[in-house]
């Protein structure tokens, strides 16, 4: 058995912010959920849909590891990062720091952990990885799926080696943080800038405001597009929910980031931006309880009024990141 002392193992509400938290807490440095998502400029949106796909994605952040990577800069840290096609190479990839007392992020196929609540493969999951011994890896997930938990190494090794949408093979990183350091008030309005900047010029048409623009286009064709509505509508309501693909949790976050803010930064830019968001959190809860209500109805009317707030999100929360922008 190999276990890193002196864990703490409190799950938040995002995967990749809880992996991240427990990561930096090991280095010293304990920041808010919304402080971890805003500083890694994480706040996004995607409508993402394919012929390959039964239903639409829609997700709410950058893409995965994305966080992790602008965290890392933002905060001057040192990230190793490590991918394999081997698989005794990737179990030497974890094992070699946990047996040096230092934790270790790992991405992964959600589907095939042994705790998960909900078997969809999602690909883009990240936990982190304190401890194992000859049956068992011990890791820290969200607080909805456990917090610290445990699964098979056999059931790990096959949720790491997963192929498809948003995998990264065997991915593995360490993160080690410069001796003292404390929250860096001068790395805050870059960070805000470079989510807005991202947001309001997106490289194409379904990411950022543009992407919510379509979303509010293509949701109330939502019925005929399923072949399945009274699944893939609730569905999609309580993944926006509670796991933030495109809905109100990141939008909390990033709120709740931008009131840390205003408490180091006087500017009505951000307060503006705060305004907006606050704004902006609660119709997202509307488009997912819409959503639920057009699945469990049939009806397709909740699915037309869901495109309308679409409409006015796409138009507020361009409004809040062209004033964050002015910071």
Request: a neutral charge; proline letters at 5%.
């Amino acid at each position: 058995m190999a276990m890193v002392k002196d864990i703490d193992v409190r799950g938040m509400q995002h995967c990749e912010t809880s992996a991240l938290g427990m990561l930096l807490r090991h280095e010293g440095l304990d920041l808010s959920e919304p402080m971890l998502f805003g500083l890694g400029s994480g706040l996004s949106f995607i409508y993402w849909d394919s012929k390959s796909m039964g239903f639409p994605f829609l997700g709410g952040r950058v893409k995965s590891f994305e966080l992790t990577r602008n965290l890392a800069a933002m905060l001057g840290l040192e990230l190793l990062v490590a991918q394999t096609t081997s698989p005794r190479k990737a179990w030497q990839n974890v094992a070699a720091p946990i047996d040096a007392g230092r934790p270790v992020g790992l991405q992964l196929d959600s589907y095939h952990l042994d705790y998960f609540g909900s078997k969809v493969h999602f690909g883009g999951h990240v936990v982190a990885m304190y401890g194992y011994d000859e049956q068992d890896a011990y890791l820290v997930d969200t607080a909805a799926q456990g917090g610290a938990v445990s699964t098979s190494l056999a059931s790990l090794a096959r949720a790491r080696a997963e192929r498809g949408p948003m995998t990264a093979r065997n991915r593995s990183f360490t993160i080690t943080a410069p001796i003292g350091l404390t929250l860096p008030q001068d790395r805050i309005i870059p960070a805000i800038k470079t989510c807005a900047d991202a947001f309001l010029h997106p490289p194409i048409a379904n990411l950022g405001h543009r992407g919510i623009e379509r979303a509010a286009e293509q949701v109330p064709k939502w019925l005929q597009r399923s072949d399945n509505p009274r699944e893939d509508l609730p569905q999609a309501a309580v993944l926006m929910e509670r796991a933030g693909t495109g809905g109100a949790l990141f939008r909390n976050l990033y709120r709740d980031f931008l009131t840390e803010c205003a408490q180091l930064v006087d500017s009505s830019h951000l307060r503006t931006g705060h305004s907006l968001y606050t704004e902006a959190a609660t119709l997202w809860t509307q488009v997912a309880a819409l959503l639920a209500a057009a699945g469990e109805s049939g009806d397709a009317t909740p699915l037309v009024r869901a495109g309308s707030v679409l409409s006015e999100l796409a138009r507020i929360e361009r409004d809040a990141m062209r004033a964050l922008t002015m910071l």
